[in-house]
């Protein structure tokens, strides 16, 4: 099911960031424990009156220098036009409308897509305050006076945009097909890898990092079954990144790895894997995606006997936290076991997918605490009353404890290595959520 994307735009300073801040808030979801992920937070997902949503803050956008200010913000607003579902125009009331605000006004009328349009700074907040009316003459309907500092109106603002959600029995179910991001730093052979998949020269191939900006969906179909693959912009280091256009093509990526099925990390075999390497494939392993790591240009790496094996032990011992993930080399270029992709990706969708039943997966876990006695602390012995599984993609098992805090991290690790050595789970994160539950004779 795709979720819908609102964009928030607007000249600078006119709160948008305040605002993203108060819709996010503590519905984004961080999760703890997971190596080399920062984001950018330029998107959250969020949901409202039940719907999930993803919403983008073009506020962290602004111009280096007044010289540039026009060709930039109408840069951002073009690329937020061409994401979004909805668009939620935020301006300043105490400013009034500027020559900005109405340029903008024209890009989002010639766009046809819904429009929001909110009046932020109206701190005495009650009726409409006056200066609000000289806003109608943008032609965007009616304005939503707000303040966002204040937290006032914005559920009215969430409201109007839920109206232009498609209704749940509308909105895009997946069919058969794998969605597939290809996805690593820039000039790694992404484009190269899904030209030769598709045996023509879909997306454009060039030995200038970043030649890809956008999130290009291809489709393809074999024997093996049915695809979309997600070409994607390279993700750059931070510090490289000056231009707004860079900023959306991280952020493209990231959406292009939450709309993914399974992710294929591409590593250059001559470079091997480097901290930015580590980052993004933390983004897949953070979203849950099915992952598997394809290491490029093994046709050049210059081999002797047991090099695999040791490159293999190398990428792990980096990719700590992704040694469920498979590897496969390959070489872009020849075509050298791009072929055997299919059945792997198939096999890590499939795993990512798994479904345990409530008495299978409690048979493991008691045998796992046979084998290894939970821990005590303080004359206190950690209890595992029932597990079960609360949802796939990926597989979430949910264990019921007499106490949480006893439940530490190192017993929560043996107990997902237990799963994995029963059901395989290859390629795939494990996520356990520990929830604290009486015994009865307690209660």
Known sequence: MSKPIVAIIGKPNVGKSTFFNYIAGSKISIVEDTPGVTRDRIYAQTNWRGVDFTIIDTGGIEPESDDVILSQMREQANIAIEIADVIIFLTDIKQGVTAADREIAIMLKKSKK???????????????????????????GDPYAISAANAKGIGDVLDAIYEYFPKTENLEVNGEEIKVAVIGKPNVGKSSLINKI?????????????TTRDAIDSEFENECGKYVFIDTAGLRR??????????????RTLLAIERADVCLIMIDALEGVTDQDAKIAGEAHEAGKGIIIVVNKWDEYEKETGTLEKYKKEIYEKLSY???APIIFISAKTGQRVNKLFEMINEVNRQNSMRVSTATLND????????VQPPTDKGKR??????????????TFVIFVNNKELF???????LTNQIRKEFGLEGTPVRIISRE????NEE
């Open 382 to 395: 950690l209890k595992i009353l029932y597990a079960t599984q609360a949802s796939t993609k990926p597989p």
């Open 408 to 414: 530490h991290f190192s017993y929560q690790r043996y």
């Open 238 to 251: 931070k510090s490289k990144i000056k231009e707004s256009i860079e900023k959306f093509s991280i952020m």
């Open 198 to 210: 598709l045996g023509e020269n879909r997306n454009i191939v060039s030995d200038i990092a970043g």
């Open 322 to 324: 992704l040694t469920y």
């Open 437 to 440: 539950k009486k015994e009865k």
């Open 114 to 140: 819904p429009i929001v349009l909110v009046c932020n700074k109206a701190d005495n907040f009650g009726k409409n305050p006056d200066e609000i009316y000289e806003f109608y003459n943008l032609g965007l």
């Open 364 to 371: 493991v876990i008691n045998e796992a605490i046979a084998i």
